[in-house]
């Protein structure tokens, strides 16, 4: 089946820890993307990669680090510097059309991250 | 500046009454993209429909309706004859197609809808 897989699905840092959470999917989407979630709030971008070796800084980027360097997998890193980690965190992937990303995104099932 | 607001932050019915979602969008682009998803429980995103900014149409899916207006930037979304299994978190979404399309959602804040029985 296809889709998009995150794991783990509930993960516990101490502080001063970096962690990464992962995700892969197996819809040969080109753009993939990180969301965190607070409660009331919505879903609010990390960072984004289009292609495959290449990433941009979404809007609350600090304290998070990514890698692309297969077109399946965006792994996460929560690195120390990140003040406020606790939250759920949503990976998405979409597919371009001529380059444009134009087409709805699926999402995985979360992770959520607990600091303790 | 593009923004999405949900101003109902959760909404109780009972089974079988008809809901409406409100969502307001704005954008200076003229080619847009909007959207709702529905997180259940569970929490993982379920797309339900896609409405680009040039089709007004409405449309009717089941027990879903979409009312699109952009003449007060207005992207509402009805359940007729809710059930508990409609019980979720619903976000609307907007993507523009300007230069830097990224494919980025930008999210509003969620409706929390809860049909009790």
């Known amino acids: 089946d296809g889709g998009i897989t995150q794991s783990p699905k509930y993960l516990f840092r101490k502080e001063g820890q970096n962690v990464t959470l992962s995700c892969e999917q197996n819809?040969?989407?080109?753009?993939m993307y990180w969301y965190r979630q607070d409660p009331g709030q919505g879903l609010r971008l990390i960072y984004y990669s289009q292609i495959v070796n290449d990433f941009q800084k979404g809007d609350i980027a600090e304290g998070y680090s990514v890698s692309r360097e297969k077109k399946e997998s965006f792994p996460l890193t929560v690195t120390s510097a990140q003040k406020n980690p606790t939250a759920f965190y949503l990976c998405?992937?979409?597919?371009?059309?001529?380059?444009?990303?134009?087409?709805?995104?699926?999402f995985g099932q979360g992770t959520r991250l607990t600091v303790v | 500046a593009q923004k999405v607001t949900q101003a109902q932050t959760e909404i109780s019915v009972v089974e079988k009454e008809d809901v409406t979602l409100d969502c307001v969008y704005e954008?200076?682009?003229?080619?847009?993209?909007l959207f709702w998803y529905k997180q259940p429980p569970s929490g993982e995103l379920v797309f339900l429909i896609r409405?680009?900014?040039?089709?007004?149409q409405n449309e009717i899916s089941g027990r879903y309706s979409w009312n699109f207006q952009k003449s007060t930037s207005s992207f509402n979304f009805t359940i007729t004859a809710s059930q508990v299994v409609d019980s979720a978190v619903y976000f609307c979404?907007?993507?523009?197609?300007?230069?830097?399309?990224?494919?980025?959602?930008?999210f509003g804040q969620g409706t929390t809808l809860q049909v009790k029985p």
């Open positions: 954008t200076r682009d003229t080619t847009y993209y």
């Open positions: 819809l040969n989407h080109d753009a």
């Open positions: 998405a992937s979409s597919i371009s059309s001529g380059g444009l990303f134009n087409t709805e995104a699926f």
């Open positions: 979404a907007l993507r523009v197609h300007g230069s830097s399309n990224t494919g980025k959602l930008i």
């Open positions: 409405r680009n900014s040039f089709d007004e």
